[in-house]
């Protein structure tokens, strides 16, 4: 039998992105879906680390996601 694979395009309300991975929750009210990347950021932020910083995080996060 052949799987069928239904993905659901979401829009995060933090970056206004279009997002089809599963969603973080905001850490600014605990209740709001957002893409994985606002979700990082929000958790780098957190931690201190600047926007800059943050960027190149990122980059090595997607650069993996890739190579899996």
């Known amino acids: 039998m052949k799987e069928i694979s239904i ?5 995060c309300p ?5 997002y ?4 973080a929750l905001s850490r600014i ?3 709001t879906p957002i893409c ?4 990082t ?6 931690m201190d680390v600047d926007q800059e910083e943050q960027e ?5 996060i997607h650069r ?3 190579n899996l």
């Not at 994985?36 to 979700?39: A, E, S, V, Y």
């Open 7 to 11: 993905t659901q395009i979401k829009i």
């Open 14 to 18: 933090r970056c206004g992105q279009a």
């Open 20 to 23: 089809y991975e599963a969603p």
């Open 29 to 31: 009210d605990n209740q």
């Open 36 to 39: 994985p990347d606002c979700g």
């Open 41 to 46: 950021r929000e958790a780098l932020e957190s």
């Open 56 to 60: 190149v995080i990122l980059a090595i």
């Open 64 to 66: 993996q996601r890739r």
